[in-house]
Structure formats: structure tokens, C-alpha cells
T-cell receptor, first 112, second 115 residues
Framework: GEDVEQSLFLSVREGDSSVINCTYT??????LYWYKQEPGAGLQLLTY?????DMKQDQRLTVLLNKKDKHLSLRIADTQTGDSAIYFC????????????FGGGTRVLVKP | GAVVSQHPSWVICKSGTSVKIECRSL??????MFWYRQFPKQSLMLMAT?????????EQGVEKDKFLINHASLTLSTLTVTSAHPEDSSFYIC???????????FGPGTRLTVL
């Protein structure tokens, strides 16, 4: 079956880089996503990567994909207090927008 | 980006009553909407996929008679929790996919508390 796993918690100092890791089991995953959820709110799509890509960079965000190891990471450069939130990785198969399987979420706490 | 709203944002109800949650795509037509459930400090679990004009497809283990989904138009899907019980208390989130877009746009969620 499908399984997406993440570490539960990450604490980082303001200005440092944050790296959030995710592993998945389904090799047929086509799209891999990173979402941000702030307290009491819905999900905000941060970025996504196609499974045939190794890396994608978007401003402060860098996504690395190791398809062989089924490992996905999100690096946030110059982490700010506003980056404190829960970050979910997710995967889907086929076209983007198909049903998503989410990891358990990583709670990121940015300390001043 | 596209906006998805949910109403109400929170609701408290008595055990045994039914509660309806609305999910609307405000500035685009949504061919498909998804309903998720999120328990405290846990991930989102897909409950069902709702396509306009057809019956919803429920995930394994989700009671279709308890969680009634109606997708009557391209901008509105509703989730009705029938005969709610305290174990139904949760955060319910919907998402929508537009005709042209492949991205899922998420609503802000509805927190349901059943007393």
C-alpha cells in the first residue's frame, strides 16, 4: 500500500536553514508535494516536483528528490518566524491533482 | 490563485443531530472536490472524492450513509455528517480541482465538535 512518512518535529533558529525530510514507498508516485498548514487553517501548496526531476528551487525553497531511495526533502533557506507551521509532504499518481496521500506532517518551530 | 471557502468555519452540535458543511470554489469551476478529515496533530485522511453530477467515491472504511456528499453544481459540494457522535469531532477540509488546473486548492477547514 501507499505510505508516506515524515519526522514529527523540527526546531530551528531564525536565519538558519531548515531541512524537512520525507520518505515514500510507492515507486509509481508521479508528483510529490510540500504543503504548509498554519494553526487552524487549511493547506497551502508550497511547491511540487515531478518524479523525473531531481531538484527544484523556488526562492527560499529547494526540493530534492532521490527517486532511487524514495526520499524527498524540503530546504527552507533563511528561516523566519513566519515559517513556523506544520509541513506535509504528499504524493499522487498520474495527473497532478489526483487524490493525494499525505505524510503525518512535520511541526517546525522557529526560535528567534 | 484560486479560492476555496468552507462554511461554517466551526460548529458545535449535540450528539444525534446532523451537520452540513459547505465547500465552495469562489472564482473557478470545480469538476472534482475532495473531502479530508484531520484529527488533532495528525495528517489528512481522504474520505471521499466528489464529482459534479455523480455519486461520490468513498475511501475504504468511510461510511457513505453517515457522511453524505452532494456535488450539485460546479462550485458547491456539501458534506453532511448524519447522527453525529463525539467520535466524529474533527477538522474537515475540502479541496477542489478546476477545469483547467491540475492543482488541488484547499479550503480553510471546518472544525466540528460534537457534544
Amino acid at each position: 500500500g501507499e505510505d508516506v512518512e515524515q519526522s514529527l518535529f523540527l526546531s530551528v533558529r531564525e536565519g538558519d536553514s531548515s531541512v524537512i525530510n520525507c520518505t515514500y514507498t510507492d515507486s509509481s508516485s508521479t508528483y510529490l508535494y510540500w504543503y504548509k498548514q498554519e494553526p487552524g487553517a487549511g493547506l497551502q501548496l508550497l511547491t511540487y516536483i515531478f518524479s523525473n526531476m531531481d531538484m527544484k528551487q523556488d526562492q527560499r525553497l529547494t526540493v530534492l528528490l532521490n527517486k532511487k531511495d524514495k526520499h524527498l526533502s524540503l530546504r527552507i533557506a533563511d528561516t523566519q518566524t513566519g515559517d513556523s507551521a506544520i509541513y506535509f509532504c504528499a504524493e499522487s499518481k498520474g495527473a497532478a491533482g489526483n487524490k493525494l496521500t499525505f505524510g503525518g506532517g512535520t511541526r517546525v518551530l522557529v526560535k528567534p | 490563485g484560486a479560492v476555496v471557502s468552507q462554511h461554517p468555519s466551526w460548529v458545535i452540535c449535540k450528539s444525534g443531530t446532523s451537520v452540513k458543511i459547505e465547500c465552495r470554489s469562489l472564482d473557478f469551476q470545480a469538476t472534482t472536490m475532495f473531502w479530508y478529515r484531520q484529527f488533532p496533530k495528525q495528517s489528512l485522511m481522504l474520505m471521499a472524492t466528489s464529482n459534479e453530477g455523480s455519486k461520490a467515491t468513498y475511501e475504504q472504511g468511510v461510511e457513505k450513509d453517515k457522511f453524505l456528499i452532494n456535488h450539485a453544481s460546479l462550485t458547491l459540494s456539501t458534506l453532511t455528517v448524519t447522527s453525529a457522535h463525539p467520535e466524529d469531532s474533527s477538522f474537515y477540509i475540502c479541496s477542489a480541482i478546476g477545469l483547467a488546473d491540475n492543482e488541488q486548492f484547499f479550503g480553510p477547514g471546518t472544525r466540528l465538535t460534537v457534544l
